[in-house]
Each structure stands twice: as C-alpha cells, then as structure tokens.
C-alpha cells in the first residue's frame, strides 16, 4: 500500500500523491527529506514511518486530505523538532503522523 521510493538527505517539504476510492488509499512517496541522519538511520526512519502511516490509514479516521475526495498530489507534512538522541522509530513515526495531518 505504501511505496518509499527513497529517503534523501537535504531540504524540503514531503511532495506525494494520496487517492482513494471507496476504503482503498493509494499513497506515493516521492521523496522523504531527512537531512542530519545518516544512511542506515535514514532506512530505519523510513520503514517506521511506512509502518506508522500504515496503523494510521487502517485503524484511525480518514485523514484530512483524504476525507475532502479526490486525489491529493502534495501533502505537506510541515516541520517539527527531532530531540537529538531520538531513535528512528520515534522520528519515523512522527513523520507519519505529520504527513497523515497534512
């Protein structure tokens, strides 16, 4: 259900493409900006934001982008702070959670 394609270092907002169709949500992600991480945290970063949105879009409430209909080809997830020593499955869920808001 989820496709991260990659996750690059730099500077950005979180472009992607949400659609859905009568309880099927198709999500893309292009790019996941995550600057500061190196590389085998970034994959762990990754794969625990594609768990969280997973959990989110299967046992919480349609997200708002989603409930407005239609397809969606830019979901800001906005910004929030990373404590320093923070483990990956914490940043990774925190990503989702800003994505599922946005």
Do not use: W
């Amino acid at each position: 259900m989820n496709d991260f394609d990659r996750a690059t270092a730099g500077t950005g907002a979180t472009p992607g493409l949400v659609s859905s169709c009568a309880n099927r949500i198709e999500l893309h992600i292009e790019e996941l900006v995550l600057p500061g991480f190196v590389s085998h945290e970034r994959h762990r970063i990754v794969l625990a934001a594609e768990r969280e949105l997973t959990r989110l879009l299967t046992e919480g409430e349609e997200p708002p982008s989603v409930a407005r209909g239609g397809a969606v080809a830019y979901v800001d997830g906005g910004s929030f702070e990373v404590k320093i020593g923070s483990f990956a499955e914490h940043v990774g869920a925190q990503i989702a959670q800003a994505v599922y808001r946005g």
